[in-house]
């Protein structure tokens, strides 16, 4: 199109009154008024601003079209050629140097109907433009980040329609078109009530929440309130799957847990093991502790004991060496007299630890024979009337009326456990007295023979009591009361450790109660069985009645005076014509000499022992008249296998020593008569335990005094004759009766020094003295006895002095004893 002709410049300006101006002024669009020419009649501000200038003032009088470029300019001129052609308002947009311009185009005309002016408005939509195109850029950049999210996002509005969802959550959970949050979601929640989307709609707040759907697949979700484009109100869920996480988490936890669980475990173990350790180690310092008390108990028992046995050792060595070295007699026989004495004691020690040792060895076989457990008792509290009645205690037995008469089991050992108790409670009780009580343990008594029975025992005292922290050592074997006790009151200190060692033996157990300064009680049960009290008389009415042929001899070798003359006395007493020696040479001789129809064999015998003449004598070639004549061992050896050694040498049986009258009769009847034997244990046993008994305590109260042995020893007595008080009381009778006149003839026979005879009356005086129990004036006796072998006219006149008044005592007690209580 060609450019229309350039007018001339206007030579007049628009006229306008002020409201017209302050119209145009006012516009925010830029307003001008042109001539058909294009130059500038009126301008407000906006459009000198739209051409770069700085006030309308400036653009009037100026040509649009010089101040377009180029092409602006002409496409503007044919837009302004059509207005006014058409003479009508025209709208169009333009793009002018990057700004989007929308002109709207006024003709003006003048009253004839032609255009002279044309009012332009131009709005710039520039800055507008480019805000919308932001603003979707920004929304495209959004949906590509939303879209793009390795998590869910959607836009949940409040009717539970969700709008948007991004490609992860259709993939995952589908399309949501159409469906509500829940069923989009495939949500496992029952109900929708205290949903947190729903919250933070309402409370216009943030939420954040663990949620799991119904395929167990965990979302964080992070829901924020907002205006969508449109105004209206939405939540904009974000959600990442944390599953994975949550289980890596949980894995994380079991195996931390699991850890810890190993660590926990581990440590208990540790303080376990620590535990056992710290408790081996404890164990370990006790052990050791126990092991060097035990060690150190036992140095202490062996430097006690070596002290017992060397002080009168050393006495016995002393006295010895100075008997060979003085010439006076009665000085030599003084210190003989000590001698005894010194060896006695010797005796006792020796005795008490050789038993302790047999017991704690097991080489005791126990005994299961009937009988009479209130001989027993009564027995066992003999031995001690005098020591108490000494020291003005009281002694009292009680038996339980239902404790039946005849009693199966071993009356040695129980009788032993007994006369230890009583003899401590006796020696550590200086007021009050002692009490045995023996009972049936609660449960009652049949008294069928053979059934079973429980018996308790109690020795109680009302003595010096026992410390607490003594009362478990004194019955240890080598942990005794302490040193001075031992020392004051004397004794091995093995008294206890035997009798617990013997009730032990027997089933029980022996326990003490004890307060110190008020007494003492020592108490045990043991089981036995009820015996046949028939069976009981019987064998006491056989011990007593047997009675051997008349005109039987008897050989007795023994080197012992004492057994040699208490057997002879029994052999005599049931009428036997016995022969005694003193050796197994003379033994031999005497079988070669003359017949025996019973040879009676000490074992342990000076020049020859026992088993050496037994073998000799069955040697056909030895000389001796009947080499099949039976021999009786004599014995104190009772151990298991004894018995078979005496056989294999060729003895018969054997009576163990002391000897017990109603073993010793039954035995000796038993031999000649070719009747079978006793049962090797009830003789062996009896004679232990009696011996056990004797010895045990024998001498134990008067080494204290200063004396060899105690004055009366009625225990040992009775149990040699077999607990036959009326025996004893025979015997007591004998004694009263016989003793003055022998002791006056012995009186006569030493003035007029006929020796043979005063040897014969001290020896009867010294054997029935023993058999009665009077111990010292039986070992004074036999001073006397050995002076008279002596011929040694002053000594013996001494020593019958000292035995006068022995026998005096003696003859006082036994009298004593003999009157009714
Ligand atoms: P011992 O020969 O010393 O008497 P035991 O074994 O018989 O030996 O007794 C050990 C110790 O027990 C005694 O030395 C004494 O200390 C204490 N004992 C035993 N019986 C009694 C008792 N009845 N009263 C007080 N102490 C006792």
Partial sequence: MALPPRPARPTS????????????????????????????????????????????????QANIYDLLPRDSADSRRARISEAIEAVRSLRFEEEVSGRSLVHSIVPVTNPWGEVTRLAINTLDLTELHRTDEDLRREQQRQIFFMESLPGIVYHLYPDQSIRYANRYFRKYFGSPKGKKCAE????????????????????????????????????????????????????????????????????????????????????????????????????????????????????????????????????????????????????????????LEAGTSLLTVINDILDFSKIEARKLPLERIDFDIREVLRTALDMHRLHAADKGLTLVAEVGDDVPLAIVGDPGRLRQVLVNLVANAVKFTEAGGVTVRIGVAPGGVDTAPGSPLTLEFAVADTGIGIPKKKRRAIFKSFLQADDSITRKHGGTGLGLAICKLLVELMGGTLEVESEEGRGSTFFFAIDFSVGDPEALEQDRAEAATAAPRPGLRVLLADDNALNRSLAMDLLAEKGYEAVAVENGVQALEAVRRERFDLVLMDVQMPVMDGITATRAIRDPGSGALDSEVPIVALTAHALKGDRERFLAAGMNDYIAKPIRIDAFYATVAGAVNGAQAPGADSVAGAGVAAGVAAGGNDCAEDRQEGNGCPAFDRGTALEMLGGNRALLGRMDAIFLRDTPGEMEELAVALADQRWDEALRLAHSIKSSARTVGARRAGAQAEQVEFFCRQQDHTSATREYKALESEIRSALEFLAREAAPK
Avoid at 23 to 40: F, R
Avoid at 198 to 219: I, P
Avoid at 269 to 298: F, G, I, Q, Y
């Fill in 13 to 60: 300006y628009v006229s306008m009154d002020e409201t017209s101006r302050a119209l145009l002024e006012s516009s925010m669009e830029s307003s001008l008024v042109i001539d058909v020419s294009g130059y500038v009649l009126a301008a407000n501000l906006m459009a000198a601003k739209l051409f770069g200038m700085e006030t309308p003032g400036e653009l009037e």
């Fill in 184 to 339: 989009a979601l495939n949500c496992a929640n029952s109900s929708c009530e205290g949903c947190p989307p729903m919250e933070s709609m309402e409370s216009d707040r943030t939420q954040e929440w663990d949620w799991t759907d119904a395929r167990g697949r965990t979302f964080h979700l992070q829901c924020s309130p907002m205006t969508d484009s449109a105004g209206e109100r939405m939540i904009m869920v974000l959600g990442i799957d944390i599953t994975d996480r949550k289980r890596a988490e949980d894995a994380l936890k079991i195996a931390h847990d699991k850890s810890e669980d190993k660590v926990r475990r581990r440590t208990r173990e540790l303080e376990r093991a620590n535990a056992e350790l710290t408790s081996k180690s404890t164990r370990l310092v006790a052990a050791m502790k126990k092991a060097d008390a035990a060690t150190r108990a036992k140095s202490a028992f062996l430097a006690n004991m070596s002290h017992e046995i060397r002080t009168p050792l050393n006495a016995v060595l002393g006295m010895a060496e100075l008997a060979l070295r003085v010439e006076d007699p009665s000085r030599k026989n003084e210190c003989l007299g000590r001698v």
